[in-house]
């Protein structure tokens, strides 16, 4: 599918709904298109992937999976052209190892309008202040690298 025909945020409360359908398209570049140039990922231990390139990278083990994100937002907080966006999310189902696969997490994002009217990630924490969750009853379902580990992103910094 061709990242342009699929949809932007008009509205905050639909970033993530906006986000998951992105997602599920399985292309790098429609989930790189839903960060404005200047956003960070922060990574759960910390680490925050803060170029286009550091992001795409922080994606990608998400998006090798090869499973849908699900979304269940909890909360949409906007104030002028600015929204902080509490989200349930999950992706499950059965990965490319062959692997049952169930991560979870309640994401602790910020989004902004942009001069075009569409609204973006500016913070991208999909853990929120927790670690992202695995099925305890299915232990060889590692997350991603990014989503749960420590990983070093080239260009990464640690917050505290």
């Known amino acids: 599918m061709n990242s342009s025909s699929l949809p932007l945020a008009r509205e ?16 790098a570049e429609a989930v790189a298109q ?3 140039p200047g956003a960070v990922f922060v990574s759960p231990d910390g680490t925050v992937a803060d ?3 550091a992001v ?3 994606n990608a083990d998400f998006l090798a999976l090869g499973l849908p994100l699900s979304v269940r937002p909890r909360h949409t907080y906007v104030a002028d052209e600015v929204a902080l966006l509490i989200v349930d999310w999950e ?10 696969v169930h991560l979870r997490g309640t994401a602790t ?52």
């Open 12 to 27: 905050a409360a639909d970033v993530p709904a906006v986000f998951a359908t992105r997602f599920n398209s399985g292309s």
């Open 34 to 36: 839903m960060y404005e």
């Open 51 to 53: 170029t286009p390139r």
């Open 56 to 58: 795409a990278r922080a």
């Open 91 to 100: 992706i499950d189902g059965t990965g490319p190892d062959g692997a049952r």
């Open 109 to 160: 994002d910020v989004a902004r309008r942009g001069a075009d009217g569409h609204w973006r990630y500016v913070i991208d924490r999909p853990a929120g202040n927790d670690t992202v969750q695995r099925t305890p009853d299915e232990p060889s379902a590692s997350p991603p690298a990014g989503a749960g580990s420590p990983r070093a992103v080239p260009s990464g910094r640690r917050i505290a």
